[in-house]
T-cell receptor, first 116, second 113 residues
Framework: EAGVAQSPRYKIIEKRQSVAFWCNPI?????LYWYQQILGQGPKLLIQ????????DSQLPKDRFSAERLKGVDSTLKIQPAKLEDSAVYLC??????????????FGPGTRLTVL | QKEVEQNSGPLSVPEGAIASLNCTYS??????FFWYRQYSGKSPELIMF????GDKEDGRFTAQLNKASQYVSLLIRDSQPSDSATYLC?????????????FGRGTQLTVWP
């Protein structure tokens, strides 16, 4: 079974530029998550999709971040414009159901973003 | 108060010893508790989860949960150098955030030969 795929793996941009990340979840997984992990910290949820609907985006800085999950499969996370503090690893995860308290989330390899 | 708190470490143990990793959480309504391992530069991978009070064993790993004390721990028996990683504790709360994981900042473990 293929895991969660993400691209690109690394990205370096200058502040005020825009950037987009792509995620393909495990086949059949209804729920998709985007996390931000700053160095030395645990992952922080940015947005959670159930199929193609948003379940939780309370931690997403909506003035600069946007995300979509078209057709309930792939997802794109965009930052525009980027700030220095956006430097982090962006992790995509998926789970089968997302509404069960024991549902396991599987993480992709992440995209390491550096904003100069 | 943070949702999930862990000692950042580093925790250093010799090969073959028992490593004990601890985690406390603030929400009494929390339903399930996950331990993830994260090697440097890699993504988190699930070790195990627990949702009932008591112990749950999986190979060399034992998770312990005490909901009254809002405390969860992970014991690693016969620690190996390959266990050297950051261990993340994550909690699922109930209610509208069902399924959402709240992570601690992780405890860095080093197992020396």
């Amino acid at each position: 079974e293929a895991g969660v795929a993400q691209s690109p793996r690394y990205k370096i941009i200058e502040k005020r530029q825009s950037v987009a990340f792509w995620c393909n979840p495990i086949s059949g997984h209804a729920t998709l998550y985007w996390y931000q992990q700053i160095l030395g910290q645990g992952p922080k949820l940015l947005i959670q999709f159930q199929n193609n609907g948003v379940v939780d985006d309370s931690q997403l800085p909506k003035d600069r971040f946007s995300a979509e999950r078209l057709k309930g499969v792939d997802s794109t996370l965009k930052i525009q414009p980027a700030k220095l503090e956006d430097s982090a690893v962006y992790l995509c995860a998926s789970s089968l159901v997302g509404t069960a308290s024991t549902d396991t989330q599987y993480f992709g390899p992440g995209t390491r973003l550096t904003v100069l | 108060q943070k949702e999930v708190e862990q000692n950042s470490g580093p925790l250093s143990v010799p090969e073959g010893a028992i490593a004990s990793l601890n985690c406390t959480y603030s929400d009494r309504g929390s339903q399930s508790f996950f331990w993830y391992r994260q090697y440097s530069g890699k993504s988190p991978e699930l070790i195990m989860f627990i949702y009932s009070n008591g112990d749950k064993e999986d190979g060399r790993f034992t998770a312990q949960l005490n909901k009254a004390s809002q405390y969860v721990s992970l014991l690693i028996r016969d620690s190996q150098p390959s266990d050297s990683a950051t261990y993340l504790c994550a909690v699922v709360r109930g209610g509208s955030t069902l399924g959402r994981l709240y992570f601690g900042r992780g405890t860095q473990l080093t197992v020396w030969p």
